[in-house]
C-alpha cells in the first residue's frame, strides 16, 4: 500500500513539475514613446529566451546561458523542416501538412507553439497561438473599441489600452500589462512632450515593463 502512494505521489509531482517547466519565469514588455501597443515581448524560461514582435511571431529565440546571460546567441525563424540542435537547446519544426504553420517552430526543448491558421476566422493567420500551456490572444472585430490585432492577452496576463473613451490619451497605447499600469503625457500636458512615457508602475522581477528606444534594439536587449 505504501509502495502504491509513494507511486502515486511521484507520478503527480512528475506532472507539476513537467507544468512548471511549461510556464515562463519571467515575462518583459518592451514598450517606446509615441508608440502604439507592445514593441516586443521577452520571455524567460529554464533553458531559453523568445522574443515575440509587435506582429505576433517570433523574432529571435536564445539559450539561457546562466553563468554568462549577456553572451547570446541570435535565431532567425526561418523556414525548416524536422528538428536541429540550437546550442543545447532541440527545436522541432512544422511540416509541410500544415501550410499555415509550415517551416515555423513547433516545440523547443518540449514545450509546444501553436499558430492561428485559416480555421481562427477572427484572427490574423501565422500569429502565435499559444506556448506551452499559455494562450496568446489577439483583439479582433468583437473588440470594438480596440485597434484590431493587439495583443489582448498572455495566459493570465492581460493587456489593456487606451481607447475611444480616455478622450486625452492616444488611442492604442498602452494603459496596463497585468499588474503594471503605464501612464503618458497627454493633451494637458506641454506640446513636446505629448506621447511620451509618464510613467511604469507596479514591476516586479518576474513581471515588468520595460520602456526602451530606437538604440535599445539589436544584441543590447
Request: charged content about 30%; glycine content about 10%.
Amino acid at each position: 500500500m505504501n509502495y502504491k502512494k509513494l507511486l502515486i505521489l511521484g507520478f503527480m509531482l512528475c506532472i507539476g513539475l513537467t507544468g512548471k517547466a511549461q510556464e515562463p519565469v519571467r515575462a518583459n514588455f518592451r514598450i517606446e514613446d509615441r508608440k502604439k501597443g507592445i514593441q516586443e515581448i521577452e520571455l524567460t524560461f529554464n533553458t531559453f529566451i523568445i522574443g515575440i514582435s509587435s506582429e505576433g511571431a517570433i523574432s529571435f529565440i536564445e539559450p539561457l546561458k546562466r553563468s554568462r546571460p549577456n553572451d547570446w546567441e541570435d535565431f532567425e525563424d526561418n523556414p525548416a523542416h524536422g528538428s536541429k540542435n540550437l546550442g543545447n537547446l532541440n527545436v522541432t519544426y512544422y511540416d509541410n501538412f500544415d501550410r499555415d504553420k509550415s517551416g515555423k517552430v513547433k516545440s523547443i526543448d518540449g514545450i509546444q507553439f501553436d499558430y492561428y491558421t485559416s480555421f481562427d476566422i477572427h484572427d490574423k493567420k501565422g500569429r502565435l497561438k499559444s506556448i506551452g500551456s499559455r494562450a496568446i490572444k489577439y483583439n479582433n472585430g468583437f473588440d470594438i473599441h480596440e485597434i484590431s490585432g493587439t495583443l489582448k492577452s498572455i495566459g493570465n496576463i492581460d493587456v489593456k489600452y487606451n481607447n475611444d473613451f480616455n478622450i486625452h490619451e492616444a488611442k492604442g497605447t498602452v494603459k496596463s500589462i497585468g499588474p503594471v499600469q503605464i501612464t503618458w503625457y497627454n493633451t494637458f500636458d506641454k506640446e513636446q512632450q505629448r506621447g511620451k512615457i509618464k510613467s511604469i508602475k507596479g514591476n516586479t522581477p518576474t513581471m515588468h515593463v520595460t520602456k526602451i528606444s530606437a538604440n535599445d534594439w539589436g544584441r543590447n536587449r
